[in-house]
């Protein structure tokens, strides 16, 4: 057995004792250390030196240039034939109402007349009637001055139209612009492969300059989600660890900042030649 | 992960957070420890008694009384004599059995005697003696377990950091600082281990001197009786 006979009576005690003197390590080693380390505070900035920046500027403009105007001459001619349409719509009704105010007019003058002929002194009456007459042109003229304002309001709602048209261009455009840089894609894609090269072993690689395809999961940052996955060996298998290992040691890759070009690169086939 | 643990960092998360090789050595050592220390505190209690009762026993035969009466004191007492105690009541009884059969020669008499007084004394010093091996291999064998445990987790820690692109101190940190409790803990039992055999050993070897010696006295003085 663990104790001896003649040791039994001091044994829970010895046991009291000796739990007592680890409780005391633990309450120790609880208090006399500190255990919260605290960060300390970094301003860590990252830089990338690039010698040349992908052209992803210069191509851009032209698709904005070109593509915006197609939208505006569409919206634009659907457009007029409603202006068109909206004034014969109200200058008939005003034509007839002063048509009718006119033919009223001269009805009363032909019966003003008649009047004059038959009573010279009412020429003062008649004079008022004119005034008045008068009066109504104006009014009418005014009418034609309210009908080219609510003209004009339409002009702008179809300006405001148009504008917001030439952002949904603009818009798709952008989208397109990911798309289309294909050459921006290319460079970056040159990039990666030119930065892998520098860590290729390329005395593993035979010289015939075989070709690998390598499926790459890349974050935003750069570097790899995961191993590369191998989808086309050279058929040699050194060389594809070589390469392999150079993918690993090229972390991180240099991908756009841009999130919808980064699109792209999430899940990057990378074609690789060792001895380009 | 990391960055998480390195800012909280308390020894439950620690322990918690090492790999299995090394909480087993953490268990293992602190069991060590347990009972190294409940042996400690044992021996302490008994080595301390085996003193005290062998004062006392000598005082009380030195102190020149009748030897039968002595001895019928001892074996009248309910518990089993221990010690020094038990060294006389040996011999003593082995002497008086010779003793009475008369036609014993004296020297096979005294030789009966020593006989029974060493087995006695062999008794007693292998209960002096007792759980001291132990103590001495906690002492010598748990910091190197301790060791094992540091080294595994911090190979564990290195390795974590070949999957890292940039590696930064405080990717190894909490790994390094969760394997160095297990040398902690493991130098925490072999201290008091080391300490508490030395002086235990000394003390046995003190009080087995001195039993020796009274057999050497009580020998004399049982010759000089017969």
């Known amino acids: 057995m663990m104790i001896r006979a003649y040791e039994k009576d001091v044994s829970w005690q010895a046991a009291v004792w000796a739990l007592a003197v680890h409780l005391l390590l633990l309450a120790a080693l609880l208090l006399s250390f500190n255990w919260k380390a605290t960060p300390p505070l970094l301003n860590v900035a990252e830089v990338e030196l690039w010698d040349v920046l992908p052209q992803s500027e210069p191509p851009v403009p032209a698709p904005l240039a070109e593509e915006p105007p197609p939208p505006a001459v569409k919206e634009a001619t659907p457009l007029p034939p409603e202006k068109v349409e909206a004034e014969p719509v109200k200058t008939p009704e005003v034509d007839i109402a002063l048509e009718k105010k006119r033919q009223a007019l001269e009805q009363k003058k032909v019966a003003e007349q008649i009047k004059k002929d038959l009573a010279l002194a009412q020429k003062k009456q008649l004079a008022a009637l004119q005034a008045e007459a008068r009066k109504e042109e104006m009014q009418n003229s005014d009418k034609l001055l309210k009908q080219s304002k609510a003209n004009e309001t339409l002009k702008k709602l179809q300006q405001e139209a148009l504008t917001e048209e030439k952002a949904m261009a603009d818009q798709s455009a952008a989208s397109a612009k990911s798309a289309a840089s294909a050459g921006v894609l290319d460079e970056y894609r040159a990039r990666i492969q030119a930065k892998i090269r520098g860590n290729v072993n390329k005395t593993l690689c035979a010289t015939a300059n075989p070709e690998l395809k390598f499926d790459i999961a890349l974050l935003p940052t750069g570097e790899m989600a995961g191993l590369p996955r191998l989808l086309k060996s050279s058929g040699n298998k050194a060389c594809d660890e070589a390469v392999e290992r150079a993918i690993m040691a090229s972390q991180p890759l240099p991908v756009p900042m841009d999130g919808l070009a980064f699109a792209q690169f999430r899940n990057l086939k990378l074609t690789f030649r060792p001895n380009d | ?226």
Do not use: C
């Open chain 2, 1 to 226: 992960m990391t960055a998480s643990v390195a800012n909280d960092m308390s020894i439950f998360s620690l322990v918690a957070g090492a790999s299995l090789p090394v909480q087993l050595v953490l268990l293992v050592l602190i069991l060590t420890s347990l009972f190294s220390w409940w042996y400690i505190f044992i021996k302490l209690a008994t080595i301390k008694r085996a003193e005290t009762s062998a004062e006392e026993f000598e005082n009380a035969f030195w102190a020149g009384g009748d030897l039968n009466k002595l001895f019928d004191s001892l074996s009248a007492g309910r518990r089993k004599t221990q010690g020094m105690a038990s060294i006389f009541e040996a011999g003593f009884k082995e002497y008086v059995r010779h003793k009475q059969q008369s036609r014993m020669e004296v020297s096979d008499v005294m030789e009966g005697a020593r006989r029974a007084m060493r087995a006695a004394y062999n008794r007693e010093l292998d209960n002096l003696d007792a759980h001291l091996p132990f103590l001495a291999s906690v002492g010598s064998v748990s910091p190197y377990i301790g060791l094992f445990g540091t080294v595994w987790g911090i190979m564990n820690a290195f390795r974590g950091l070949s999957n890292v692109a940039q590696a930064t101190l405080s990717q190894v940190a909490p790994g390094i600082a969760e394997a160095l409790v297990a040398t902690a803990i493991g130098l925490f039992a072999a201290i008091p281990a080391v300490i508490a055999y030395n002086r235990f050993a000394s003390s046995v070897d003190r009080l087995s001197v001195r039993y020796e010696s009274f057999m050497e006295e009580f020998t004399n003085i049982l010759q000089r009786k017969s």
